[in-house]
C-alpha cells in the first residue's frame, strides 16, 4: 500500500515537473575567434512555465580529462546567446544549467557541446563570364553540400587575393574597377559556415581576354585570345555581329591548343563586333570572353588631283599641288622630267589632302623646261589618282638687230582649266619675279608662241629682259582657284658704244689716254700704247686706268703713237680698235 502511495506521490511530482519545465536547454553552435580567443555560444532556450529560473550558469573545461570549472552565471532568461574570453584557444567544451526548476531544489541541465572547427565542405567555381551587356564578370557555382553554410567570400587572385565580395548567393557578378576586356581577370571562391570556419580556396578561374588587330590591306581582322583558366575547353566558339544586329552569326569554332582566328569581312565601313566562347569539355558548361569592335572604315579615293601651276621664279620653279580633302589619302609621289628626258620620282610626301607647296632648287631654268605630275597613294600602297602633267615654259630672245629683238617661248596650256591668254612682259631688270610691277607689251592669246620688240636701250639702261606669263581661265565651283605661270626671264644687254681721244697735251686739260663709252665691261677689257718704231710704251688690262703720256716714269716725247685695244661690251661681245693718238707738250 506504501508502494503505491510512493509511486502516485512520485507520478504527480513528475508530472508537475514537466508541465512547470517542457523543455531543457539544447546547445547549438560554439564558435571560437581565434584571433581574439572570443567565443560566441548559441542553445536554445528552456521554457519556465512556473517562472521558477533563478540563474543560469555556463560551465567549461579545455581538456576531457579535466573537470568542468564554472565560468559565469545569469540571470536574463531572455538570453540564447553570450560571448565571452577564454584563457586559450584549446578544444573547450561547454554546458548550461538552468536553476531552479519547479520543485525549488533540482536545476536543469543542457547537453555537453565543444567548438565547431569543422569547416564546410570546398567550394569550386563553375565558370567566370564576361557579361555580354556590362562587359563585367559573372561567376557562378554550385550550392555547398555543407549542412552549416553562412555565404561564400570572393576574392580577385592577385599577389595577395583581394576579398571583393561576401554574399549568400551562388553567383556574383563583379562591378568594381577590375576590366575583363583591358586583360583576364583572375577569381576564386570559399564558403564559411556560422562560425566562419572556411573552406578551402577555391581553383582559379580566369577571363577570356579577346583582342583583335585589323588590316585593311588585307580586309581581315585577327582574332587573338588567353585560354579559359579553370578547366579543360572542349573548344572556343567565335561570335560576330555587325552594325546593330545580334550575336547570332557563329564564324567559327577551334580546338583548344589553338587562341586565334582571322575573320575575313565582306565590306569596309561597317564595325564588327566578336567574342569567344569556350566550352569546357564533357559538361554544359562555357565561358564567354570581352567583347571586341573594330571599325573597318571605308577607302575613299583621293579624285581631281591637278598641278595648280608649275612657275619660274628667280631661277628656281615654284609647284602647287592640289588634292581632295576627307579621304583615305596618305601620301604625294611627285614625277620629274628635265627636258625630253623621262621622268624620274622627285619626292614622296607625307600628305593628307589639300593645296601641297614645293620649291625646286634643283633647275637650270635658262637652258631648259621641266615637267612635273603626281600621283596620290593611300592605305596597302595603293594609286588613287595621278594629275596631269605641267610644263614650265622655256622663254629665248635674240637680238637681230638694235631696236629688232626676236622673242620665242614654250606655250603653257597645263592649268586644269587650260590657258586662257598670254601676256608679253617687259623689264630692265633680270630680277623682277612675280611681285614686282611688270610692263606688258602686248595681250596675246593662248597659241601664240613667239613676237618681235623693237625696244630700244634708253641712255643708261644696260639691259631689256622679257617673260611670258600665262594666265588660268576663270574659277569655277569645281576648280575656284585661278593661277599663273611665269617663263624665265630673259635679257639682252646693248653693244658697247666706244669713243678715243685722238690727242692729248700732257701740260693740258687732256692729258689722259683711255677709251671711253657705254655699255663696256672695263674690268675685261684693255689696250696698248706703241711708238713709232713698234715699241709698247704703256699695257693695261683695265682701261679705267689710263695712259698719262709716260714711260718708266718719264713724259714721251711730243710724237703720234699707235694704241691698239681690245673692248668687252657688258653683253659678252668683243670689238678691236686700232688707231693713232697725238701727244703734245
Same mark, same amino acid.
Given at each position: 500500500m506504501k508502494s503505491k502511495l510512493f509511486i502516485l506521490i512520485l507520478s504527480v511530482f513528475w508530472a508537475h515537473l514537466v508541465s512547470a519545465v517542457e523543455t531543457r536547454p539544447k546547445m547549438r553552435r560554439a564558435c571560437l575567434n581565434?584571433?581574439?580567443?572570443?567565443?560566441?555560444?548559441?542553445?536554445?532556450?528552456?521554457?519556465?512555465?512556473?517562472?521558477?529560473?533563478?540563474?543560469?550558469?555556463?560551465?567549461? $573545461?579545455?581538456?576531457?580529462?579535466?573537470?568542468? +570549472?564554472?565560468?559565469?552565471?545569469?540571470?536574463?532568461?531572455? &538570453?540564447?546567446?553570450?560571448?565571452?574570453?577564454?584563457?586559450? &584557444?584549446?578544444?573547450?567544451?561547454?554546458? &548550461?544549467v538552468y536553476n531552479k526548476a519547479c520543485n525549488g531544489v533540482d536545476s536543469v541541465f543542457s547537453d555537453t557541446i565543444t567548438i565547431d572547427n569543422t569547416a564546410p565542405f570546398d567550394s569550386q567555381l563553375d565558370s567566370v563570364s564576361v557579361d555580354l551587356t556590362s562587359q563585367k564578370s559573372n561567376l557562378g557555382w554550385s550550392n555547398n553540400p555543407s549542412k552549416d553554410i553562412k555565404g561564400y567570400y570572393i576574392y580577385h587572385v592577385t599577389g595577395n587575393n583581394d576579398t571583393i565580395g561576401d554574399i549568400v548567393n551562388t553567383s556574383f557578378q563583379d562591378i568594381g574597377p577590375r576590366d575583363p576586356s583591358v586583360n583576364a581577370v583572375s577569381y576564386s571562391i570559399a564558403a564559411y559556415d556560422s562560425c566562419r570556419n572556411l573552406s578551402l580556396i577555391s581553383l582559379?578561374?580566369?577571363?577570356?581576354?579577346?583582342?583583335?588587330?585589323?588590316?585593311?590591306?588585307?580586309?581581315?581582322?585577327?582574332?587573338?585570345?588567353? $585560354?579559359?583558366?579553370?578547366?579543360?575547353?572542349?573548344?572556343?566558339?567565335?561570335?560576330?555581329?555587325?552594325?546593330?544586329?545580334?550575336?547570332?552569326?557563329?564564324?567559327?569554332?577551334?580546338?583548344?591548343?589553338?587562341?586565334?582566328?582571322?575573320?575575313?569581312?565582306?565590306?569596309?565601313?561597317?564595325?564588327?563586333?566578336?567574342?569567344? $566562347?569556350?566550352?569546357k569539355s564533357g559538361a554544359n558548361i562555357s565561358s564567354s570572353s570581352n567583347i571586341v569592335c573594330v571599325n573597318t572604315n571605308t577607302i575613299t579615293a583621293a579624285a581631281n588631283s591637278y598641278v595648280a601651276k608649275a612657275s619660274v621664279q628667280r631661277g628656281i620653279i615654284e609647284l602647287t599641288?592640289?588634292?581632295?580633302?576627307?579621304?583615305?589619302?596618305?601620301?604625294?609621289?611627285?614625277? *620629274?622630267?628635265?627636258? +625630253?628626258?623621262?621622268?624620274?620620282?622627285?619626292?614622296?610626301?607625307?600628305?593628307?589632302?589639300?593645296?601641297?607647296?614645293?620649291?625646286?632648287?634643283?633647275?637650270?631654268?635658262?637652258?631648259?623646261?621641266?615637267?612635273?605630275?603626281?600621283?596620290?597613294?593611300?592605305?596597302?600602297?595603293?594609286?588613287?589618282?595621278?594629275?596631269?602633267?605641267?610644263?614650265?615654259?622655256?622663254?629665248?630672245?635674240?637680238?637681230?638687230?638694235?631696236?629688232?629683238?626676236?622673242?620665242?617661248?614654250?606655250?603653257?596650256?597645263?592649268?586644269?582649266?587650260?590657258?586662257?591668254?598670254?601676256?608679253?612682259?617687259?623689264?630692265?631688270?633680270?630680277?623682277?619675279? *612675280?611681285?614686282?610691277?611688270?610692263?606688258?607689251?602686248?595681250? &596675246? +592669246?593662248?597659241?601664240?608662241?613667239?613676237?618681235?620688240?623693237?625696244?630700244?636701250?634708253?641712255?643708261?639702261?644696260?639691259?631689256?629682259?622679257?617673260?611670258? $606669263?600665262?594666265?588660268?581661265n576663270a574659277p569655277t565651283p569645281s576648280y575656284p582657284r585661278r593661277d599663273t605661270s611665269y617663263s624665265n626671264i630673259q635679257c639682252i644687254t646693248a653693244d658697247p658704244i666706244v669713243f678715243f681721244p685722238n690727242a692729248i697735251q700732257l701740260n693740258g686739260y687732256n692729258n689722259t689716254f683711255f677709251p671711253k663709252g657705254t655699255f663696256i665691261d672695263t674690268a675685261a677689257s684693255s689696250f696698248i700704247i706703241y711708238n713709232r718704231w713698234g715699241q709698247i710704251v704703256f699695257e693695261t688690262h683695265n682701261i679705267e686706268k689710263a695712259w698719262d703720256g709716260k714711260e718708266n716714269g718719264e713724259f714721251v716725247q711730243s710724237d703720234v703713237y699707235l694704241y691698239r685695244a681690245t673692248i668687252v661690251g657688258l653683253n659678252g661681245k668683243v670689238l678691236y680698235f686700232d688707231g693713232t693718238i697725238t701727244v703734245l707738250k
Open positions: 581565434r584571433l581574439d580567443s572570443t567565443l560566441d555560444l548559441l542553445w536554445f532556450k528552456p521554457t519556465d512555465n512556473c517562472n521558477s529560473f533563478t540563474s543560469f550558469s555556463l560551465y567549461g $573545461r579545455d581538456d576531457i580529462l579535466s573537470t568542468f +570549472n564554472f565560468l559565469g552565471s545569469y540571470n536574463n532568461f531572455s &538570453l540564447d546567446n553570450i560571448s565571452i574570453k577564454l584563457k586559450n &584557444l584549446k578544444d573547450w567544451e561547454f554546458y &548550461l582559379r578561374h580566369s577571363t577570356i581576354h579577346l583582342q583583335a588587330a585589323y588590316d585593311q590591306c588585307q580586309k581581315s581582322i585577327s582574332l587573338t585570345w588567353s $585560354r579559359y583558366v579553370g578547366w579543360a575547353e572542349q573548344e572556343y566558339q567565335i561570335y560576330m555581329k555587325s552594325g546593330t544586329g545580334n550575336y547570332k552569326l557563329l564564324v567559327g569554332s577551334v580546338n583548344p591548343a589553338i587562341s586565334q582566328f582571322t575573320y575575313n569581312f565582306p565590306v569596309f565601313g561597317e564595325t564588327y563586333c566578336f567574342y569567344v $566562347r569556350a566550352f599641288l592640289v588634292t581632295e580633302t576627307s579621304t583615305s589619302l596618305q601620301k604625294v609621289n611627285v614625277y *620629274k622630267a628635265e627636258g +625630253n628626258d623621262p621622268f624620274q620620282l622627285w619626292q614622296s610626301l607625307n600628305h593628307t589632302g589639300g593645296t601641297l607647296e614645293l620649291i625646286d632648287n634643283n633647275v637650270n631654268v635658262q637652258t631648259k623646261s621641266y615637267s612635273y605630275y603626281f600621283t596620290t597613294e593611300g592605305p596597302c600602297n595603293l594609286i588613287f589618282d595621278t594629275s596631269q602633267t605641267a610644263k614650265t615654259i622655256l622663254l629665248s630672245v635674240s637680238m637681230l638687230s638694235p631696236g629688232n629683238q626676236q622673242i620665242n617661248w614654250s606655250l603653257y596650256s597645263d592649268f586644269i582649266k587650260f590657258t586662257q591668254s598670254q601676256e608679253l612682259l617687259l623689264s630692265d631688270n633680270e630680277n623682277y619675279d *612675280k611681285s614686282s610691277t611688270w610692263n606688258v607689251l602686248n595681250a &596675246l +592669246n593662248n597659241s601664240t608662241k613667239f613676237a618681235n620688240d623693237n625696244t630700244v636701250f634708253g641712255v643708261n639702261q644696260e639691259k631689256i629682259c622679257y617673260a611670258v $606669263r600665262a594666265l588660268e
